[in-house]
């Protein structure tokens, strides 16, 4: 379980997250949408404990371990994908094969041996879903990791994300309604500093989808 009681954060005199008040299941992948300023980055962040909030109460399982992606990838860049794995799986308690672990992932073994700052931002992303099977954290954040990607990559990470939920809370970002709903049929807005849960029958509701697209800014873009 991951809580969160009552979250207030700000900066410079702003409040940036008001009321962010929500209890996160594990087993679960939570779509977390909202536009750009809106504060997902600083809720990431002061989850993981990088920032600390002004008000309320984060409650995690003693020990939990966190993993968390931010938008722009912190990853070694000067050696392989294979030795970034390789590394992890050498720290690690349990005996994990690297070449397992990008077979989970689709990695080709050209793939596995480019330096990783010659990696696209997807593969970036792919080697970052599977450096989770080796750390096994309790908790997983990835701010939009999938905004304006191509669909066989979406495709990718949504089957590899859901194939390490058990057990985990798993919570993505998007700033893309159309992108919120394939990482999960309900829906946590962020808007004006707190939480708005909508499930997919009450998005399925015009006047509903519409308010959700105005707060984006993508009511003009959509495709009927």
């Known amino acids: 379980?991951?809580?969160?009681?009552?979250?207030?954060?700000?900066?410079?005199?702003?409040?940036?997250?008001?009321?962010?008040?929500?209890?996160?299941?594990?087993?679960?992948?939570?779509?977390?949408?909202?536009?750009?300023?809106?504060?997902?980055?600083t809720l990431f962040e002061c989850i993981c404990g990088d920032v600390p909030v002004d008000e309320g109460a984060i409650e995690i399982p003693p020990k939990a371990k966190i993993f968390y992606a931010s938008k722009q990838s912190i990853l070694p860049v000067y050696i392989t994908g294979y030795e970034f794995i390789s590394m992890l799986c050498d720290i690690?308690?349990?005996?994990?094969?690297?070449?397992?672990?990008?077979?989970?992932?689709?990695?080709?073994?050209?793939?596995?041996?480019?330096?990783?700052?010659?990696?696209?931002?997807?593969?970036?992303?792919?080697?970052?879903?599977?450096?989770?099977?080796?750390?096994?954290?309790?908790?997983?954040?990835?701010?939009?990791?999938?905004?304006?990607?191509?669909?066989?990559?979406?495709?990718?990470?949504?089957?590899?994300?859901?194939?390490?939920?058990s057990g985990r809370i798993v919570i993505i970002s998007s700033s893309l309604l159309e992108i919120s709903l394939r990482i999960s049929p309900d829906t946590i807005v962020l808007n004006n500093g707190e939480f708005n849960y909508i499930d997919k029958q009450t998005m399925a509701i015009p006047e509903i989808r519409k308010a959700v697209l105005d707060i984006l800014g993508e009511a003009d873009n959509e495709i009927v």
Do not use: W
């Open 92 to 165: 690690s308690d349990e005996n994990i094969k690297p070449e397992a672990v990008f077979e989970k992932v689709g990695f080709s073994i050209g793939q596995r041996d480019k330096l990783i700052v010659d990696y696209t931002f997807e593969e970036k992303k792919l080697l970052q879903l599977a450096s989770i099977y080796v750390i096994n954290p309790y908790i997983i954040l990835f701010d939009e990791p999938l905004d304006y990607c191509d669909n066989e990559y979406i495709e990718k990470f949504i089957e590899v994300i859901n194939s390490v939920k």
């Open 1 to 41: 379980m991951l809580k969160l009681s009552h979250i207030k954060k700000g900066y410079n005199k702003k409040d940036v997250l008001i009321d962010v008040d929500y209890t996160f299941q594990e087993g679960n992948i939570y779509s977390l949408l909202g536009g750009a300023g809106v504060g997902r980055t």
